[in-house]
């Protein structure tokens, strides 16, 4: 059975950092790992994944102060979010899938909960 668990969120003020960490587990196969969002009043995005070639793309919105990576040994992917802005107050979300590229949300089957990134200005 596939599991995804988000840790790390928090309340930081802007221009901090903060680093999320998604553990993933029960694949048998080669998968994706994504990160998504959603504020307030927003549809959830995409924000950064790694796809099931090990290949790793931050989105444009947050590429140059968001930076993604994996540990494939312990199969756990991180999100290290820098510069942090109001805007980025978010739930944060770690998703995976075996068959798609972790880009779309209804493309993509396994989610974890959810961890609450709070940026005040």
């Known amino acids: 059975q596939v599991q995804v668990k988000e840790s790390g969120g928090g309340s930081v003020q802007a221009g901090g950092s903060l680093t999320l960490s998604c553990e993933v587990s029960?694949?048998?196969?080669?998968?994706?790992t994504g990160w998504f969002r959603q504020g307030p009043g927003k549809e959830r995005e995409s924000v950064a994944r790694v796809g099931r070639d090990g290949s790793l793309l931050e989105d444009v919105p947050v590429r140059g102060r968001f930076f993604i990576s994996k540990d494939n040994e312990k199969d756990v992917v991180y999100l290290r979010m820098t510069k942090l802005k109001p805007e980025d107050t978010a739930m944060y979300y770690c998703?995976?899938?075996?068959?798609?590229?972790?880009?779309?949300?209804?493309?993509?089957?396994?989610w974890g909960p959810g961890t609450q990134v709070t940026v005040s200005s």
């Open positions: 029960g694949f048998d196969r080669s998968h994706c």
């Open positions: 998703a995976a899938d075996a068959t798609s590229a972790c880009t779309s949300v209804g493309l993509t089957d396994y």
